[in-house]
């Protein structure tokens, strides 16, 4: 049979920057990835996230592989709050130490990690299902179908899996408690050919529901609608889509209708698997979290349990050190609830409640937010990331 050190099913951000920074310090891996190249680069069904924060846009770099998000992705110094008719500019540098987000479509960062990854020797395998792990504590095993339909296996010394938010390996975790929430909203979002409303986002509050305006581009928007969770897309054709969003917006900027690229439901729900390693099996990313989009926290989540798990294998195979292995669950989750709360607490703030109670507490909350400096540093400061540890900065330095 054949043997890697470190088996990581799933080319998401997760699985494809843990390979990406393991292979750099000589640790042998195998990525299995059931989709295609092409599907993963270019389906619009993987069109996801869009926010990159502070720390994860310097790991990037770090690790080489920021060279075109720096050329073409957007740095924001800022966003919008949209609510009561008026505009609330949130400054990051000022609010957030002189840090900022970078704006660059998840699809564009993993199609640039599977080229780079690949042109320095990694392998993925594309097209092979992972169908289980045997042995996940002591001597894990990946069994695998290859696109003609055989049944093969790999001897891995570690197992990672970052097989997503519908993960089939979250069960081998024995005893793991799976913590779910599920909000009472669903988004809506399309990506149009048109220019953004603002160049920077503006998160909407309207007693009609909440809208988020973004972009992938200066010519590429990506706008979204809170909507019902039981709503469907048929409901919505293209032009009741613009009128609402320009309805929801106020007034406060012009949102201009253009060709639709993509359109699709999300769902709002939470969950955290705890713990997240068995033995020698780890999960990161969306397979161990899930969060709502409106922090724009779950690349960056996987980012950093990725960074958490490889500085972990690095002690364990530069220094014959397994202390961090041992932690990892708990280093992780630090980042996961922080993560979890702020996505809660904007979601529970943006979005607009059946409850009349609840709608006034959120709107007390929004309205000292507007005129409180502190208030709107804690909103920047978890925007950004929180990313500011001597642990970060370690594996920045183990990278350069
Ligand atoms: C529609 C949508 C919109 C989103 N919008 C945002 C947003 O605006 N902001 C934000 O921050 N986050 C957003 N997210 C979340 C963000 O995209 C995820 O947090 C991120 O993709 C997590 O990365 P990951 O590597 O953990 O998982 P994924 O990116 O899901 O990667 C998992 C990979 O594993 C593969 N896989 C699954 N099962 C197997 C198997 N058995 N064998 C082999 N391979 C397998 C999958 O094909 C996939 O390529 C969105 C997600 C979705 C679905």
Redesign the pocket.
Known sequence: MRRVQVGI???????LLLAHLLHRIGVETLV????SRAY?ETSPHRI????LEWGTKEILLAAGLGERMEREGLEHRGVYLAFDGALHRVDFPTLAGGRSIWVYG?QYAVRDMIRLHLERGGEILFE????GVEEPERNPVLV?RTPEGRTERVQTEFAVG???????LRGLIPGARVHRRTYPFAWL?ILAETRPAAEELIYASHPRGFALFSMRSPTLARNYLQVGPEERLEDWPEARIWEELALRLDGVAEVRPGPLLEK?L?PMRALVVEPMQHGRFFL????AHVVP?TG???????VADAVALFRALRAFYLEKDPTFLGSFTEEALRHVWQAEFFSYWMTTLLHTHEDPFAEGLRLAQLRHLGESPHLLSFLAENYVGLHTTGRWAETLKALA
């Open positions: 099913v799933g080319a998401g951000p997760a699985g299995l990835e059931a989709k993963l996801r996230a869009g926010v998840q092979h299902e992972v169908l695998y970052a097989d997503g938010s519908h993960s089939a979002g699709s999300t990161i990313g969306d397979a989009p724009a926290k779950g690349m960056n989540m996987a």
